[in-house]
């Protein structure tokens, strides 16, 4: 069977997407894992110098010295990742303006004008909440570090520290650039979807949620949905598994679906007749997973990728109830209202 010139097309949208993606999460994180970089390099630097060489051990009053230095050098870390995520939405919020408009062309539909793009109130959330992660990743790097003379035996005992263990202490730092890495790539999905849904709605189309490639369970099951660009997806219906906790029942939903999703929603018109785009992709899921009503018959792989998305949820639960903190005073934010509608 030939594939749909809109698949086509959304393959096209969803690597550009990604190429976005990596730019704009390296141009964020950039500026902090330069300075952790360089951390690394002048903590192994004044390790060898105190210990006498790398596999040497540090103990005693040069441990305590040691890691009063290290403490200090991660106290002065900065990152104000702020701004280039704003920047970053704005440009995922033009690239899903076109995208809108090409998908609507490409299917014989009117595209509507561009107007300056509306912020997601999520991503707003995302963007104001990230400098309070970072600083929270940067003082339990610190705490770790400090830990690491404590404990019997520390300064002035007999207690002697690897530079392994510094290092490892160290990896909790870095997890701050992490963090930042995470919420670039959310904010360039979610505001990509939200233009894509705004300008889907002023050009009179319904939207198409096509999963990625491989997706999880939950993902899966919103293959072929078609929704209101108005509401976005309801978030319920799963193949037998239990809701993605931060969507309350009846939530409306728009990709991604959980901070790691890479699903599309797409402009659909409904003119592809018998080739029965959404049928398609649904069956192409059930298939997939087993069946769309049973957990039992979900492939371990994708159960176990379903169970890794819940280790995760966090981020997006917290998103979401910042989220609907901002709704009231943003328009794009009715695509996360919890309003109970039936979508077809
Ligand atoms: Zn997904």
């Given amino acids: 069977m030939t594939t749909p010139p809109l698949l086509l097309l959304a393959d096209r949208h969803a690597a550009r997407v990604a190429a976005l993606e ?27 110098a105190a210990a006498g060489g790398i596999g040497a051990g540090l103990g005693g009053a040069a441990l305590a010295a ?6 200090g050098r991660i106290q002065g870390l900065t990152a104000a990742p702020n701004a280039v995520l704003l920047d970053t939405a704005g440009q995922a919020a033009a690239l899903g303006q076109r995208q809108a408009n090409q998908a609507v062309q490409a299917q014989g539909g009117a595209p509507a004008p561009l107007s300056p793009p509306l912020l997601d109130a999520g991503v707003i959330a995302a963007v104001g909440a990230v400098a309070g992660t970072v600083a929270a990743r940067l003082l339990r790097g610190r705490q770790e ?16 520290v690897s530079w392994g263990q510094v290092a490892s202490a160290l990896t909790v730092a870095h ?34 949620w096509i999963v990625e490639h491989g997706g999880c369970a939950y993902c899966q099951a919103m293959a072929g949905r078609v929704a209101s660009a108005e509401t976005g997806f309801q978030a319920s219906s799963r193949f037998g598994l239990r809701p993605l906790d931060p969507w309350p029942p009846g939530s409306m939903v728009l990709p991604p679906n959980h901070p790691h999703c890479r699903c599309i929603a797409v402009p659909y018109l409904g003119g592809d007749g018998p080739q029965d785009l959404p049928g398609r992709l ?38 979401q109830r910042l989220g609907s903190q901002e709704q009231r005073r943003h328009v794009a ?10 979508v077809p």
């Fill in 22 to 48: 990596k730019h704009v999460a390296r141009e964020a994180t950039a500026p902090l894992r330069g300075q952790l970089v360089e951390l690394n390099r002048q903590a192994l630097r004044s390790f060898v």
């Fill in 66 to 71: 040691y890691l009063a230095d290290l403490g």
């Fill in 145 to 160: 570090v400090i830990a690491l003379g404590q404990g019997p035996g520390g300064p002035g005992g007999q207690r002697q």
């Fill in 175 to 208: 997890s701050a650039a992490t963090s930042i890495h995470t919420t670039a790539t959310w904010v360039v999905h979610r505001q990509r979807a939200a233009s894509v849904a705004q300008q889907t709605a002023e050009a009179g189309g319904r939207l198409l």
């Fill in 282 to 319: 649904r069956r192409q899921a059930a298939q997939y997973l087993g069946s769309p009503t049973s957990g039992t018959d979900v492939p371990a792989a994708v159960r176990n990728r379903a169970r890794r998305i819940s280790a995760r949820y966090a981020m997006a639960q917290h998103h």
């Fill in 333 to 342: 934010a009715g695509l996360m209202s919890t309003a109970s509608q039936q």
